[in-house]
């Protein structure tokens, strides 16, 4: 079981740039695949972003590729998101999401995919 606690959100301008780092606690860290969600009022929950147990694929929505980028420090374990290029469209709360995986995958995009969650990062973007 990991606990995950989520940092790095804020107010920024279109444009501008944001790290969010999810901060786990618990055994095992490099068992488990990582997602970032974001959730924005009257949206379903997205996969924005995840990254494999041992860092060896990821994956980006379509609207964030070229822009964001998905890394993790199993010795540190801790998963970042750098954001660019921000966009108002972009302002939701992001989560990170945990699920112990077997082995390295390419799937796990849905929320039901994940069993533990942060508490979530507000991202505010003005226009």
């Known amino acids: 079981q990991v606990q995950q606690v989520e940092s790095g959100g804020g107010l920024v301008q279109a444009g501008g740039s944001l790290r969010l780092t999810c901060a786990a606690s618990?055994?095992?860290?490099?068992?488990?695949?990582m997602g970032w969600f974001r959730h924005a009022p009257g949206k379903e929950h997205e996969c924005v972003s995840r990254?494999?147990?041992?860092?060896?694929?990821?994956y980006y929505t379509n609207s964030v590729k070229g822009r964001f980028t998905i890394s993790r420090d199993n010795a540190k374990n801790t998963v970042y998101l750098q954001m660019n290029s921000l966009k108002p469209e972009g302002q939701a709360v992001y989560y990170c999401?945990?699920?112990?995986?077997?082995?390295?995958?390419?799937?796990?995009?849905?929320?039901?995919?994940?069993?533990?969650w942060g508490q979530g990062t507000q991202i505010t973007v003005s226009s």
């Open positions: 999401a945990a699920r112990a995986t077997p082995r390295e995958t390419n799937a796990l995009l849905r929320r039901s995919d994940y069993d533990y």
């Open positions: 990254i494999s147990r041992n860092g060896g694929n990821t």
């Open positions: 618990g055994r095992a860290f490099n068992m488990y695949a």
